[in-house]
DNA sequence: ATGGAAATGAAAATCATTTTCATTTGTGCT
DNA sequence: AGCACAAATGAAAATGATTTTCATTTCCAT
């Protein structure tokens, strides 16, 4: 068994809230880090055992990791230019919490996204 | 584009209205009903697009379709065993509404789901 | 019948993820 | 230092679902 590679929870960190493995890959790359597809996978899935990221799908099946217990915020994404700006959750975070107790749900957390068309396009 | 397959569509419904793309094509090959995966993945999206069926992801990284109940709706997703209860949304319309008015968004729509364990996970 | 549009499906392409396996690195021991 | 052995690494191949391509077939309206 692998033990986590500290530089992938490093980036994870800076990705700041959700990334996917092959995005933390990339971003490592950029920064000039050396490092293997394979072991940042290897390392995700470390942390997530760990249950110190959770693991999510996203819609296009790709797996995203974010640190637990972050402090998390939502974003309102334009369809047109991608652009994407951080809003606070609201009343959301009140919904989540009472739809889970409702159907007896533990260990509960949620996303949401907005999209639509921004003034520019 | 292509319009749905009406068999899909039966053969969804008696799979007990939740299957992947693959079982919903091999239900149909056992049946003895001639049809191609790839017309078996068209129809299931024709039938997403027009909001017959829901769409969600397994665990395993591979979508699952079911017939949906009705409008607008959210989902309780157990990270343990996958199930998804459909939840109405709440607060969360007027939330998504007000975000987007306030940074000058158009035509917008907004995705969000809760995640936890179950009781029996 | 005839032409064109829509539907079909086999095979190839894609893409995230996993597995394999040979190599490198680290650690403890003498 | 020298040695042995376990853990970590990553390139390349394998996997498996989904999508794309494209040639063929089916449907309709004329």
Redesign the pocket.
């Known amino acids: 068994?692998?033990?986590s590679?500290p530089r992938v929870l490093n980036t994870l960190e800076r990705a700041g809230g959700f990334a996917?493995?092959?995005e933390v890959y990339h971003l490592m790359q950029r920064a000039g880090e050396?490092?293997?597809?394979?072991?940042v996978?290897?390392?995700l899935?470390s942390l997530a055992d760990d249950k110190i990221v959770d693991v999510l799908r996203r819609d296009?099946?790709?797996?995203i990791y974010r640190l637990c217990g972050d402090a998390h915020h939502h974003h309102l994404v334009c369809k047109g230019c991608g652009d994407a700006i951080e809003i606070p959750g609201g009343a959301i975070e009140k919904w989540a919490k009472t739809m889970a107790e409702e159907h007896g749900f533990r260990d509960v957390g949620h996303s949401a996204e907005i999209y639509g068309l921004c003034r520019k396009c």
Chains 1, 2 share one sequence.
Do not use: H, P, V, W
């Not at 050396?34 to 072991?39: A, D, F, P, Q």
């Open positions: 068994m692998s033990r590679n996917s493995a092959q050396s490092i293997g597809l394979t072991t996978y290897r390392s899935q296009d099946g790709e797996s």
